[in-house]
Nanobody, 118 residues
Framework: QVQLVESGGGLVQAGGSLRLSCAASGSTSRVNAMSWYRQAPGKQRELVARIDRSGMTNYADSVKGRFTISRNNAGNTVYLQMNSLKPEDTAVYYC????????????WGQGTQVTVSS
């Protein structure tokens, strides 16, 4: 089991910045990748950024060059630095941990609201 707690959301004006944090606890040594997803009202949840155990990252096209995913040395906290925010970035952001063993398990945080005003 992996527990995830997000923080850092809030209200910001367009062009501003926010940093989200996701603290993982439990069986974190089994985590293969950690990601940030977001879900805007009336839309499906979408992948924003992912970092795997080797440190390789990938991003949604809509956030490339503006968002950066990183993690601490212990690997149990993941960050999402969001710069040049746009109103269309408004969503609930969720942290995700992927554990692959014999099974594929996804763990989710409770979500944090990010609102970007124009």
């Amino acid at each position: 089991q992996v527990q995830l707690v997000e923080s850092g959301g809030g209200l910001v004006q367009a062009g501003g910045s926010l940093r989200l944090s996701c603290a993982a606890s439990g069986s974190t040594s089994r985590v293969n990748a950690m990601s940030w997803y977001r879900q805007a009202p009336g839309k499906q949840r979408e992948l924003v950024a992912r970092i795997d155990r080797s440190g390789m990252t990938n991003y949604a096209d809509s956030v490339k060059g503006r968002f950066t995913i990183s993690r601490n040395n212990a690997g149990n906290t993941v960050y999402l630095q969001m710069n040049s925010l746009k109103p269309e970035d408004t969503a609930v952001y969720y942290c995700n941990a992927l554990v692959i063993t014999v099974y594929v398990d996804n763990y989710w945080g409770q979500g944090t609201q990010v609102t970007v005003s124009s």
